[in-house]
């Protein structure tokens, strides 16, 4: 497959022109953070001053369209920035990056990912009970369930059917046990098998960020689609995420599929807030009696190693799988379970990290990670 070459994207965006400044893009200095990598293309449309987002959004769509056109381009995404005021745009080195929320999340305070080096592992099931701990804890929350490869949340949280859109644009998202819910699941038939190209899960989590009406959030949880390939990464990159949550399994860890889920958010300066255990030990419904059956507290040893926060463990239980799959994930089922009580002590801490503040609601002292 013939390379994508920079000098190729340059000359798609020098045909489109910046209204405002009536030059043509590259011209007017505006594109930053050009990065192709295996054919995919990411860049930075800056536009000076954050105000104008809304304005600038149909260039950036323009931009986006004009370099997906190159022939072998797999995937294009293109975000909009305001670092740098106008004025000094020349003579400004390039700058970290920062992804600009579109219309959709202008109202989200924190954007999280929840991900799994691999499938199977209870990410979604973590997702959810975390979501929902957080509603517990009295925040404004919305769970965006990414899996594009096997949306669960329709299931999870007992929502069907395709989403209202009042004005045929944007989305309104469902809504369930109080909190605000979109999946790709709505869109598609329930039994039908869902056949995505690469570029349209990688722009999948941006629309579903963009073009719907969230309203305003404190927390949104992002169920991201399984594993640490090129698609997720984008994914990641595509939005301003806050931080990220690895999901794993004792084997996992052992097998380092959490340190691939690791490493990628590394990769794109995402925080990693911490790994969570799951399916960490065996409690016997009959006996009570705990059983390690897969080598329990590899996660809290390992997360040590890698200078990362271990969040919390969850067991492997029968009420867990039941609630989840029937609709009523056990934090809002069975809210004073020992359960329950695992995934709120994990909402807890990810919202410290988010907040910087207590349980009490006092801010909490800056800690400083190295
Ligand atoms: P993923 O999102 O990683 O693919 P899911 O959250 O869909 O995984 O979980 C896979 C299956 O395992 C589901 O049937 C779910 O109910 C079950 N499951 C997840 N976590 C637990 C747990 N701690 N105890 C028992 N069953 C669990």
């Known amino acids: 497959m013939a390379q994508i070459s920079e000098a190729q994207v340059l000359d798609a965006l020098v045909g489109i022109i910046d209204p405002r400044s009536g030059g043509n893009l590259v011209e007017s200095d505006m594109i930053s953070g050009l990065a192709i990598k295996d054919n995919m293309v990411q860049f930075s449309l800056e536009i000076g001053d954050p105000a104008l987002a809304e304005e600038m959004e149909p260039l950036r769509k323009k931009a986006e369209t004009a370099v997906g056109e190159i022939p072998g381009v797999l995937s294009v995404t293109a975000i909009l920035t305001a670092e740098r005021p106008r004025a000094q745009a020349q ?54 369930d990414a899996d594009v490869y096997g949306p669960s949340m329709p299931r999870m949280l007992g929502v069907q059917g395709r989403p209202d859109s009042a004005d045929g644009k944007t989305l309104d998202p469902k809504e369930s046990n109080g909190i605000k819910v979109m999946s790709m699941g709505f869109m598609v038939e329930e039994d039908q098998p869902v056949v995505w190209r690469g570029p349209m899960v990688m722009g999948a989590l941006q629309q579903m960020l963009n073009d719907v009406n969230w309203g305003k959030l404190d927390v949104l949880v992002v ?129 410290q990290k988010l907040s910087g503040e207590t349980a009490s609601g006092r801010a909490a002292p800056n800690i400083v990670m190295s």
């Open 91 to 144: 003579n400004t080195a390039p700058q970290k990056q920062q992804k600009q929320p579109g219309k959709g999340a202008a109202k989200i305070t924190h954007i999280i990912a929840v991900a799994s080096g691999k499938g199977g592992v209870g990410k979604s099931t973590t997702s959810v009970n975390i979501a929902l701990a957080l509603k517990a804890r009295g925040l404004e929350v919305g769970m965006l």
């Open 223 to 351: 169920d991201m689609p399984p594993g640490t390939g090129d698609a997720q990464l984008t994914m990641a990159q595509s939005v301003p995420l806050a931080g990220a949550v690895i999901v794993s399994t004792p084997q996992d860890i052992a097998l380092l599929d959490a340190r691939k889920g690791l490493n990628m958010f590394r990769k794109t300066d995402v925080p990693v807030l911490g790994i969570v255990e799951n399916m960490s030990y065996f409690l016997c419904p009959k006996c009570g009696e705990q059983s390690d059956i897969f080598g329990h507290g590899g996660a809290r040893d390992e997360a040590a190693k890698l200078g990362c926060d271990f969040l919390g463990e969850i067991p492997l239980h029968m009420d867990i799988r039941t609630t989840s799959d029937s609709g009523t994930p056990i934090v809002v089922s069975q809210p004073d379970s020992a359960h329950a009580q695992a995934y709120k002590a994990i909402a807890e801490k990810v919202w």
